[in-house]
């Protein structure tokens, strides 16, 4: 039996709508996240303990950290290169499945009173976003409309972390950092290059303990965890102790510090989902009484007012970040081109490989498994409640659809929209790494400038003049040092 370990409960929180995915839909929507018996969604801990190995992997840097992540996670039998066997390992490193919180902060899995409590209904619902499937050309493939379900932004996990002592020596307080270091800013769950899956460590609420069960008091308060798990919460100590390392997740020295771009709107805005939500305010139904309204997308989130006490936002827009990483893909393939001077020969999914990822496919054209992920990740920009309300955003604008074979109107064919009017966006933004070909962070780097200089796009209606926006192109001084490594 193991003497001595480090125990510690976890509460983080989701920045980013998370999706954690079973791999199928329900027959009303495509792609479900995890959820219990109960409805409520939780954090597998294989999921958690996978994503600590991953970034502590991604993060090491020497001889010692590897051998610390094989003895904290342990190994199997594996031939070694002059003909020996690697000894397989057990894990010292042991990961509770997360709990979702409720609106006291309280943890709860299988439950049969959601629907009284607001943050577990809004939990067990989902938010859903419409997609389209993109093909190896990088456009819209015809055959790939698609909707995606996701943990809402501001939920809450809470989930026990332990680290036996190796043998009978006590804990290594190195490895006890390494653990802290690798929760500081982990990503987690589908999409984590396209905004969602951003957690942060809610330090405040942290509890751990070092372990010495040769010691009567541990040993005593081992045996109250053991019968009464929730009760051990108030005897461990606080986040006092918590100290974990201050660092994005997989930093390295070719990565690009998050950078937050300032936007502002110079017209019209509209990212549409066009689902209509219940409570918007009259503006937005009037829009939507028309034929085929497009509706700018919008969802509610969770607000924490204090650690005990959480509540739900009001129906908030936002610009999702797969809409820019979109605009940016298309734009950075434009200039990896005029760079070449020449066509690229290959298609837009391998020539922006290194920097947006890939996905491989087989010779049908179907997904193939072994693709590659990219290094940008760009957040969702969520945006106040006054840019729903804004005085020249009160009124839809109304459009007549246009016959493609003749030109002219179609009878019947009255529509509205309903854009945000120059919103200001704040686009977070890393890197976290740097591709070997100079051409093709030189050709990202423009795509950065034509979006701060009003020459890109984001949403619809460019071709009306929407979309547009323009910032200060010295915000790009950490791209600059970026792309002449």
Known sequence: MKQHFWLARVTIQADAPLHIGTGAGDGLR??????????????PATSLAGV????????????????RIVSLFGSIDAPRD?????????????????????????????????????????????????HVAISGAGVADGRGKYDWTSV????????????????????????VAAAKAALAGMRMGAKTRSGLGRLTVKEALCSERYFDLGKSEDR?????????????????????NWTPSRHEVHQRASSVQPVTLRLQAQDYLLVGQGVPQDDLDHHWNKARSKARAKLPITERCIEWKTDKAAALSEVLPLVPASGIKGALRHRTLFHLRRLAGTEVDQLPGEALADLFGS????????????????????????????????????????????DRFTGGPL???????????????????????????????KAFIFALRDLLEGRLALGTGRNAGHGFCTGDVKQLGEFRRWVEG
């Open 30 to 43: 495509d792609a479900l996240y995890v959820r219990g018996m109960g409805g409520l969604p939780f954090l």
């Open 52 to 67: 600590l190995r991953a970034v502590m992997q991604a993060s090491a840097g020497c001889a010692e950290d590897q051998a």
């Open 82 to 130: 002059n003909g020996s066997s690697q000894r397989a390992r057990a894990s010292r490193l042991f990961v509770s499945a997360g709990h979702v919180q409720d609106q006291r902060g309280v943890p709860r899995g299988l439950d049969d009173k959601v629907d009284s409590d607001p943050i577990l209904s809004l939990c067990a619902a989902g938010a859903t976003r419409d």
């Open 152 to 175: 809402p932004r501001g939920a809450r996990f809470s989930f026990d972390l332990r680290i036996d002592g190796d043998g009978d020596r006590p804990v290594d307080p190195r490895d």
């Open 220 to 240: 005593e308060l081992w045996r109250t965890f053991t019968r009464r798990p929730a009760e051990l919460v108030d005897k461990l100590s606080g986040a006092a």
């Open 359 to 402: 996905i491989k496919r087989g010779e049908d054209g179907d997904e193939d498994g072994g693709g590659q992920a990219g290094l940008v990740f760009i957040d969702d920009v969520w945006l106040p409640r006054s840019a729903l309300t804004a005085k020249e955003s009160s009124g839809a604008l109304t459009h007549v659809s246009l």
């Open 411 to 441: 009878l019947g064919a009255l529509f509205g929209e309903a854009p945000l009017y120059r919103p200001e966006l704040k686009v977070r933004i890393a890197v976290l790494g740097r591709p070997a070909d100079q051409s093709l962070r």
